[in-house]
C-alpha cells in the first residue's frame, strides 16, 4: 500500500459488491482480501441486482436520505421502525415519517 492513495471513495451496496467481484473472478484469481469480500458479499446479499437496482431508485425518491443511510438500508432491509431507527444513528433530527416511508418500501423486498 506504499504510495497508493484514496483517488474517489463512495458507498456501495453489498449486492453490487458481489457482482463485480464475482465478474472479477471469471477474469482470474482474487486476491485474499477479494475473495473474502466476495464471500461475505455471497452470504449477506439479501436481494438480488435486479430487485436492488429497482430498490436503490425508490429510496432515492425519499427526499433527505443521505447515500450511506440509503445503502444500509439496503443491505439490512428493516421489516420495522426499531430496526431502520438504528440506521440512522449518526443523523440529527430524524423525521419519522421519513423512517416509516423507509420501512413500507424495504419491507416489500424483505424475503
Same mark, same amino acid.
Given at each position: 500500500m506504499i504510495g497508493k492513495k484514496i483517488v474517489s471513495q463512495n458507498y456501495v451496496p453489498v449486492f453490487q459488491v458481489k457482482e463485480v467481484?464475482?465478474?472479477?473472478? #471469471?477474469?482470474?484469481?482474487?486476491?485474499?482480501?477479494?475473495?473474502?469480500?466476495?464471500?461475505?458479499?455471497? #452470504?449477506?446479499?439479501?436481494v438480488t441486482p435486479a430487485k436492488g437496482e429497482k430498490l436503490l431508485k425508490e429510496l432515492q425518491q425519499i427526499e433527505g436520505l443521505d447515500e450511506d443511510v440509503i445503502v444500509k438500508a439496503i443491505d439490512i432491509l428493516p421489516a420495522d421502525i426499531e430496526t431502520a431507527t438504528l440506521i440512522f444513528h449518526k443523523t440529527d433530527g430524524v423525521d419519522q415519517e421519513k423512517i416509516k416511508q423507509l420501512v413500507d418500501i424495504t419491507s416489500k423486498y424483505v424475503k
Open positions: 467481484l464475482a465478474e472479477r473472478n #471469471k477474469e482470474g484469481e482474487l486476491s485474499y482480501e477479494q475473495q473474502q469480500a466476495f464471500d461475505y458479499s455471497k #452470504k449477506f446479499s439479501r
